[in-house]
């Protein structure tokens, strides 16, 4: 299928490596011309010419979202080839806290990070896309969002606001030929999951080999009816389908990729 990303130009946060890498490099191989973002030039510039070497246009940009000062200057670095049509907030981290070790501090650099840099982006680049009346913006959220979990709760507390900002920004746009959706991730298997699951596998009982770990941290972690993690190219395609003209009329969604971990049917 024919996403018709050819001529758009797409800005992902967060791209040098994982769920963002993979949704850089399938719009790029789906013809957008992509902004790759990341705070480490070395891996940041890595991705863009993978993206180069396989037909496709990419530039990058490098800074730390999480300052005013540098999200303007990623904004107008990002937009110096040309405007942007698609922003994909994928740009996040956490760290795995209880409710006693997260402090307010915590808290704050968390939602800051999570939520603040995304609304930086596009309080910069949506008015643009408004004028030219096309465009769409991506917020990658999750299902701790709506299913949090006892712990890392400053992270959880900032997925529920990114889903929530998503569809207040959507009716925000109405009319205007921009959409706002979300897509909502269950555990993937990206390199830091895999470490980690591979690190207290063996303390748990999962097993030493990876084979033997996988299937019973699915089980303890998340049971999801494809009994396994995902894949970061199964939340691209999502990505890229709501960037698609195919998704015009999806306004304000969440489309969840997680094997049905979520158990909530709406």
């Not at 396989?54 to 990623?74: K, P, R, Y």
């Not at 309080?123 to 769409?136: F, H, N, Y």
């Not at 205007?176 to 990206?190: E, H, K, Q, W, Y």
């Not at 195919?246 to 049905?260: C, E, F, K, L, N």
Request: hydrophobic share 45%.
């Amino acid at each position: 299928m024919d996403l018709k990303l050819t001529g758009k130009r797409a800005l992902v946060t967060g791209s040098s490596s994982g769920l963002g890498e993979a949704a850089a490099k399938l719009l790029a191989a789906e013809g957008a011309a992509v902004v790759v973002h990341g705070r480490d030039k070395a891996r940041t510039d890595a991705v863009a010419q993978d993206i180069r070497a396989a037909g496709g246009v990419a530039t990058t940009v490098v800074g730390d979202l999480a300052d005013d000062q540098t999200a303007a200057e990623v904004a107008r670095a990002a937009t110096e080839d040309g405007p942007v049509d698609i922003l994909v907030n994928n740009a996040g981290f956490y760290r795995h806290l209880s409710w006693a070790e997260a402090t307010p501090e915590e808290w704050l650099d968390t939602y800051n990070v999570n939520v603040v840099s995304g609304v930086r982006l596009i309080q910069r680049l949506v008015p643009a896309m408004r004028e030219r009346g096309w465009g769409r913006v991506i917020t990658i959220g999750g299902g701790l969002a709506s299913q949090p979990m006892n712990t890392h709760p400053q992270y959880n507390a900032t997925l529920a606001a990114r889903h929530n900002l998503a569809v207040s920004l959507a009716r925000e746009l109405k009319g205007s030929g921009v959409t706002s959706n979300v897509v909502s991730p269950g555990a993937i298997l990206v390199e830091a999951t895999k470490e980690l699951v591979t690190e207290i596998g063996p303390a748990r009982g999962w097993g030493r080999t990876w084979e033997e770990i996988q299937p019973n941290a699915v089980n303890a972690l998340i049971p999801n009816d494809q009994e396994r993690f995902g894949e970061p190219n199964e939340i691209a395609a999502a990505i890229a389908y709501l960037c698609s003209e195919y998704a015009q009329y999806v306004s304000g969604a969440t489309i969840r990729v997680d094997g049905g971990l979520i158990r909530s049917a709406f």
